[in-house]
């Protein structure tokens, strides 16, 4: 027979429940969360948007330009309003706050404003006012061709002292090309940083192993960048803007690869004589190292070398045959490669790539390190397609240790794995996210360093702790509870990525004391619906917070209900992030976590107990502490006294159910009908014998 176990009645609502949650309404509905110090289209009190003034000549892909002025001088600047979801190179920013040179847009602040129109907090950057024009505009409103005295000593050598003022503060621009460059009497170079380095840069200006990468995967680079995209500048300014585009992405870089960069960006046309040297230099044909400034100095003040033409980037007298072409460089092999990833098992099966390295290149240990890969490549089946997809990686990079990492559908240089991560989460890319997540899991970054040491190159100090990190993310990977996952991968690695939760629509929340005021602002409007807390939330905490494992209410487990509860998990991360965060006060979200949790408290099965706690956490909840109501509800105390006092209950309902069923039994229940048919049978006696008594009496009457 099942034995009833006594059970806190959760059928209708506890009216002591239900009073405490009318109290919480009733606070938050009165509640006036204290104001935002910040006046609206203000940086700083110092920097103020005029919204109604747009300045479409500063506009980027991803941020809007508006009139601006600096209230402490009056100086006319010009304001770009990021859109939600971009990514600022906020190292790259931090740096340019200093850097001032006539030829470079002055960065002077950068910060997130609270905007009056739209209603909402966006990422803005402040700079110097510029005048004149676009160089595009410009060169595609002038007819007939610019002196090359105007190109050498009104574009080029100011943008070079561009160049050198950026290097000097160890950013690389990214983005020099004709929409970007502003002329008046001279040539200035605009902004860089409202995207990762050369996300917008049109490819046929990029170097060819950036041209090879993801828009995102490009990394920071050095200064060789710029001056390439400068020789590639004066080709346009030469040859018209339209003269590039018309050559696809992919065939352009093999024409690179093949040819060297002189030769595939002229592409035949006759160059003019002022400037062969100069695009031989910058742009580093052939075996000729590309030019530094210590060339480039002597050519601007007058210097023409003496170039003699190098021979094409060949290697070997015999090319590869493969993919029904030829390749004639082991770059150009990696290209076509990569490019074609899906039939690489197939094309190394039907060619000897590690033959004609050896036969052609002579290269004894190199044919036999590649021989490695290719037979693990050629042997593997659909079942290790990850491992094969390294395997590729790492022959690839062999063969191309210049070229970005290429793994299936993604390319990257080795320092733009945040960029990218948080490219591919806002474009909710998943199959090249998955790859990417697949990378840093199997830490391929190795194949990387490796390299590095066969070559005997130094890790510079700041890659060595940034590999570190992306090691000790490993463990966020594979846990998979809340504060962890894709979003804890992305707040960790973009430690400046505002906080992506829907509950932060409209606000730009980088710090734990913005996301604690924010929630208490939106506590009155969200208290009765939601918990204070989801997956972006929880990671963004967390990430803050340092917490490397999952959350857990181990105190509370004895009731599942209660220690699953989210608010009751949020006010955990919550109790930390206040404390971090200066003890704020913070009373409209300590109601919200309050009226989120007080339906859990039904399960405390004592009618005392819960009615002290529910007291004592509205008592709590006044006080605007998370600390106060993490001591009360998640140190076990309540539960397991109210567990204690259940236990003891139970053992006296068990006693009595115990008695009960030894009543049912066959031979008590004899005994005690025995017993019963005896004192029955007395009390039929008695009363007989009392009738006779009775009966008697009233005969002698």
Same mark, same amino acid.
């Given at each position: 027979?099942?034995?009833?176990?006594?059970?806190?009645?959760?059928?209708?609502?506890?009216?002591?429940?239900?009073?405490?949650?009318?109290?919480?309404?009733?606070?938050?509905?009165?509640?006036?969360?204290?104001?935002?110090?910040?006046?609206?289209?203000?940086?700083?009190?110092?920097?103020?948007?005029?919204?109604?003034?747009?300045?479409?000549?500063?506009?980027?892909?991803? *941020?809007?330009?508006?009139?601006?002025?600096?209230?402490?001088?009056?100086?006319?600047?010009?304001?770009?309003?990021?859109?939600?979801?971009?990514?600022?190179?906020?190292?790259?920013?931090?740096?340019?706050?200093?850097?001032?040179?006539?030829?470079?847009?002055?960065?002077?602040?950068?910060?997130?404003?609270?905007?009056?129109?739209?209603?909402?907090?966006?990422?803005?950057?402040?700079?110097?006012?510029?005048?004149?024009?676009?160089?595009?505009?410009?060169?595609?409103?002038?007819?007939?061709?610019?002196?090359?005295?105007?190109?050498?000593?009104?574009?080029?050598?100011?943008?070079?002292?561009?160049?050198?003022?950026?290097?000097?503060?160890?950013?690389?621009?990214?983005?020099?090309?004709?929409?970007?460059?502003?002329?008046?009497?001279?040539?200035? +170079?605009?902004?860089?940083?409202?995207?990762?380095?050369?996300?917008?840069?049109?490819?046929?200006?990029?170097?060819?192993?950036?041209?090879?990468?993801?828009?995102?995967?490009?990394?920071?680079?050095?200064?060789?960048?710029?001056?390439?995209? +400068?020789?590639?500048?004066?080709?346009?300014?030469?040859?018209?803007?339209?003269?590039?585009?018309?050559?696809?992405?992919?065939?352009?870089?093999?024409?690179?690869?093949?040819?060297?960069?002189?030769?595939?960006?002229? *592409?035949?046309?006759?160059?003019?004589?002022?400037?062969?040297?100069?695009?031989?230099?910058?742009?580093?044909?052939?075996?000729?190292?590309?030019?530094?400034?210590?060339?480039?100095?002597?050519?601007?003040?007058?210097?023409?070398?003496?170039?003699?033409?190098?021979?094409?980037?060949?290697?070997?007298?015999?090319?590869?045959?493969?993919?029904?072409?030829?390749?004639?460089?082991?770059?150009?092999?990696?290209?076509?490669?990569?490019?074609?990833?899906?039939?690489?098992?197939?094309?190394?099966?039907?060619?000897?790539?590690?033959?004609?390295?050896?036969?052609?290149?002579?290269?004894?240990?190199?044919?036999?390190?590649?021989?490695?890969?290719?037979?693990?490549?050629?042997?593997?089946?659909?079942?290790?397609?990850?491992?094969?997809?390294?395997?590729?990686?790492?022959?690839?990079?062999?063969?191309?240790?210049?070229?970005?990492?290429?793994?299936?559908?993604?390319?990257?240089?080795?320092?733009?794995?945040?960029?990218?991560?948080?490219?591919?989460?806002?474009?909710?890319?998943?199959?090249?996210?998955?790859?990417?997540?697949?990378?840093?899991?199997?830490?391929?970054?190795?194949?990387?360093?490796?390299?590095?040491?066969?070559?005997?190159?130094?890790?510079?100090?700041?890659?060595?702790?940034?590999?570190?990190?992306?090691?000790?993310?490993?463990?966020?990977?594979?846990?998979?509870?809340?504060?962890?996952?894709?979003?804890?991968? +992305?707040?960790?690695?973009?430690?400046?990525?505002?906080?992506?939760?829907?509950?932060?629509?409209?606000?730009?929340?980088?710090?734990?004391?913005?996301?604690?005021?924010?929630?208490?602002?939106?506590?009155?409007?969200?208290? *009765?619906?939601?918990?204070?807390?989801?997956?972006?939330?929880?990671?963004?905490?967390?990430?803050?917070?340092?917490?490397?494992?999952?959350?857990?209410?181990?105190?509370?487990?004895?009731?599942?209900?209660?220690?699953?509860?989210?608010?009751?998990?949020?006010?955990?991360?919550?109790?930390?992030?206040?404390?971090?965060?200066?003890?704020?006060?913070?009373?409209?979200?300590?109601?919200?976590?309050?009226?989120?949790?007080?339906?859990?408290?039904?399960?405390?099965?004592?009618?005392?107990?819960?009615?002290?706690?529910?007291?004592?956490?509205?008592?709590?909840?006044?006080?605007?502490?998370?600390?106060?109501?993490?001591?009360?509800?998640?140190?076990?105390?309540?539960?397991?006294?109210?567990?204690?006092?259940?236990?003891?209950?139970?053992?006296?309902?068990?006693?009595?159910?115990?008695?009960?069923?030894?009543?049912?039994?066959?031979?008590?229940?004899?005994?005690?009908?025995?017993?019963?048919?005896?004192?029955?049978?007395?009390?039929?006696?008695?009363?007989?014998?009392?009738?006779?008594?009775?009966?008697?009496?009233?005969?002698?009457?």
């Amino acid at each position: 027979m099942n034995q009833l176990v006594p059970t806190a009645n959760i059928s209708k609502p506890d009216p002591q429940i239900e009073q405490s949650l009318s109290k919480t309404a009733e606070f938050l509905r009165e509640y006036t969360p204290p104001p935002s110090a910040h006046k609206k289209d203000v940086l700083f009190d110092q920097y103020e948007i005029d919204l109604t003034r747009p300045l479409p000549q500063f506009n980027t892909g991803k *941020a809007r330009a508006f009139a601006a002025t600096d209230n402490g001088d009056n100086k006319p600047l010009f304001a770009l309003v990021c859109e939600p979801g971009t990514q600022q190179r906020h190292d790259a920013i931090n740096r340019l706050l200093t850097v001032r040179n006539p030829n470079l847009c002055s960065l002077l602040a950068a910060g997130a404003v609270d905007l009056s129109q739209p209603a909402e907090e966006r990422y803005v950057i402040f700079y110097e006012y510029v005048k004149g024009q676009k160089l595009s505009a410009l060169l595609a409103n002038t007819k007939g061709k610019i002196p090359p005295n105007i190109i050498i000593t009104r574009i080029i050598t100011p943008l070079v002292q561009a160049i050198l003022a950026l290097q000097e503060a160890g950013v690389t621009h990214g983005s020099i090309n004709p929409d970007n460059i502003y002329y008046d009497q001279e040539a200035v +170079l605009g902004p860089c940083v409202i995207d990762p380095c050369g996300y917008t840069q049109p490819y046929y200006y990029e170097l060819v192993e950036r041209m090879q990468a993801h828009p995102a995967g490009k990394g920071e680079s050095n200064i060789d960048v710029d001056f390439y995209a +400068l020789a590639v500048l004066v080709l346009q300014i030469l040859y018209g803007t339209q003269a590039l585009e018309r050559y696809p992405q992919v065939n352009l870089a093999r024409a690179i690869l093949r040819q060297g960069p002189f030769m595939a960006l002229t *592409a035949g046309r006759e160059v003019p004589e002022e400037f062969f040297d100069f695009l031989w230099g910058m742009l580093g044909s052939g075996v000729n190292k590309r030019w530094n400034y210590r060339y480039l100095k002597p050519w601007l003040d007058g210097k023409h070398y003496n170039i003699i033409p190098s021979p094409a980037p060949t290697e070997g007298s015999k090319p590869y045959e493969c993919l029904g072409t030829t390749a004639h460089s082991r770059r150009e092999v990696a290209h076509m490669l990569a490019t074609h990833w899906d039939r690489v098992k197939e094309t190394l099966a039907e060619s000897s790539l590690a033959y004609w390295v050896l036969i052609t290149l002579r290269q004894k240990e190199l044919s036999e390190l590649l021989a490695r890969h290719i037979k693990t490549i050629v042997e593997s089946n659909n079942k290790n397609e990850t491992q094969r997809n390294e395997h590729i990686m790492r022959l690839l990079l062999i063969l191309d240790n210049e070229g970005p990492l290429r793994y299936s559908k993604i390319s990257l240089h080795v320092d733009s794995i945040p960029a990218l991560f948080a490219d591919l989460y806002l474009k909710q890319a998943q199959d090249e996210l998955q790859l990417l997540v697949k990378f840093i899991e199997q830490n391929l970054i190795s194949a990387w360093v490796d390299l590095q040491s066969v070559k005997e190159i130094d890790i510079p100090e700041h890659l060595s702790q940034y590999f570190s990190r992306l090691d000790r993310l490993r463990g966020v990977i594979r846990n998979e509870g809340l504060g962890f996952g894709m979003e804890r991968l +992305l707040y960790d690695l973009n430690p400046a990525m505002p906080c992506l939760s829907p509950l932060c629509r409209g606000r730009h929340v980088t710090t734990l004391p913005d996301l604690l005021r924010h929630l208490d602002r939106i506590a009155p409007s969200m208290g *009765a619906s939601q918990d204070p807390i989801d997956v972006h939330i929880a990671a963004f905490v967390a990430s803050k917070l340092g917490i490397t494992n999952e959350i857990k209410l181990y105190d509370l487990s004895a009731i599942p209900v209660i220690a699953n509860n989210k608010s009751l998990i949020a006010l955990k991360l919550f109790a930390v992030a206040q404390h971090r965060s200066g003890n704020i006060e913070l009373n409209g979200l300590t109601h919200w976590i309050a009226q989120r949790v007080l339906p859990s408290m039904q399960h405390l099965r004592s009618n005392t107990m819960r009615g002290r706690t529910l007291q004592m956490l509205l008592d709590e909840a006044t006080e605007g502490r998370t600390q106060r109501l993490s001591d009360l509800l998640l140190d076990g105390e309540i539960i397991n006294a109210d567990q204690s006092g259940f236990q003891k209950a139970l053992a006296n309902y068990k006693r009595n159910a115990d008695r009960i069923e030894a009543y049912k039994r066959g031979a008590n229940l004899d005994f005690d009908s025995a017993n019963l048919g005896g004192m029955i049978a007395k009390i039929f006696a008695y009363a007989a014998l009392l009738l006779s008594v009775y009966n008697i009496f009233m005969a002698y009457q």
